[in-house]
């Protein structure tokens, strides 16, 4: 006899859409957040105040993108392995593809942001395209890591 509750089954099913989808809506915050943040960067972002000049500014730029995208690719891929349950490739492909929707929905919002003028040193652009990279990575480092010491640990553990 089986100990699973309807809701759980139905739960389990919703889960690789708001995988996908909330990465996408997290991804709106992070633009959002990544704009507001890094408009004129604070001197511990880009060094110390004798050396910081709006040339430094794209370079601090990408390192909060990443570490903001990296964050919510953290919490994707913990998601993902605590709730693999019967279908993980599923769950791994939708957040993957949500990461990647978010990363761009995030960068594409900034950048679009006020001041749009690329020229002005305020204007919020990622000059390392591959940043948008580090997020749907940390999503299959996270379960890639996390899957290869559990079967170490079984495979220990078997006698």
């Known amino acids: 006899m089986s100990t699973t509750l309807p809701g759980a089954a ?30 004129h960067p604070a001197t511990w972002m880009v060094g110390e105040p004798v050396v910081t000049s709006t040339s430094v500014y794209p370079i601090a730029r990408d390192g909060v993108f990443s570490v903001l995208t990296g964050l919510v690719g953290l919490a994707a891929g913990i998601v993902v392995v605590r709730r693999a349950g019967e279908r993980p490739l599923v769950l791994f492909a939708t957040a993957l593809a949500g990461a990647v929707a978010g990363a761009l929905l995030a960068a594409g919002l900034a950048t679009s942001l006020p001041p749009t003028n690329t020229e002005n040193a305020a204007h919020v652009t990622l000059q390392a395209w591959v940043a948008l990279l580090v997020q749907p990575f940390v999503v299959a480092a996270v379960v890639a890591l996390t899957t290869l010491v559990q079967s170490l640990l079984d495979w220990t553990r078997t006698p």
């Open 10 to 39: 139905q739960r389990s099913g919703r889960l690789p859409l708001v995988l996908l989808f909330g990465q996408a809506v997290l991804g709106l915050v992070v633009g959002v957040v990544w704009w507001a943040v890094t408009r």
